[in-house]
C-alpha cells in the first residue's frame, strides 16, 4: 500500500502562484509514475501533469486544457516527492487537487481510473 500525503494548497489571486507538493510513503513498481489531478464540485476529476518518478520523464495534457495558466510537475526522487508549480492562477483553477500515483504503464494517462493511489487532496481557491 502506497500512501499519499499532499501540501501546499492555499489560496492565490488571479495571477498569483502556488506551489503543491506530494510525497510518497514508498515507491514500488506500483507508483513509479505520480501526478496531479484535480476536481471540482459536480465535475469529473481531470489530470493534470504526470512524471515518472525515476526517468523524471513529464507529461503534460493538450496546452490548449491550460490556457494561459502555467503548471511545472517536477520530482525530487530521493525523497518521494513531487511537486506542481502553478503561475499566473485563474479562478477557473480553483479545485481540490489531488495526488495520484500508478505504475510505469499509467503515465500520461488521463483517466482517473487507471491511477492505483490518490492522496486526500489539498484544495486550491483563486480570487479575482
Known amino acids: 500500500q502506497v500512501e499519499l500525503t499532499e501540501s501546499g494548497g492555499g489560496s492565490a489571486q488571479a495571477g498569483g502562484s502556488l506551489t503543491l507538493s506530494c510525497v510518497a510513503s514508498?515507491?514500488?513498481?506500483?507508483?513509479?509514475?505520480m501526478g496531479w489531478f484535480r476536481q471540482v464540485p459536480g465535475k469529473e476529476r481531470e489530470g493534470v501533469a504526470t512524471i515518472h518518478v525515476e526517468s523524471g520523464s513529464t507529461y503534460y495534457r493538450d496546452s490548449a486544457y491550460y490556457r494561459d495558466t502555467h503548471f511545472t510537475i517536477s520530482r525530487n526522487a530521493a525523497n518521494n516527492m513531487i511537486t506542481l508549480r502553478m503561475d499566473n492562477l485563474r479562478p477557473r483553477d480553483a479545485a481540490l487537487y489531488y495526488c495520484v500515483a500508478g505504475p510505469t504503464r499509467v503515465c500520461g494517462t488521463w483517466e482517473s481510473d487507471n491511477w492505483w493511489y490518490w492522496g486526500r487532496g489539498t484544495q486550491v481557491t483563486v480570487s479575482s
Open positions: 514508498v515507491i514500488t513498481h506500483s507508483s513509479r509514475c
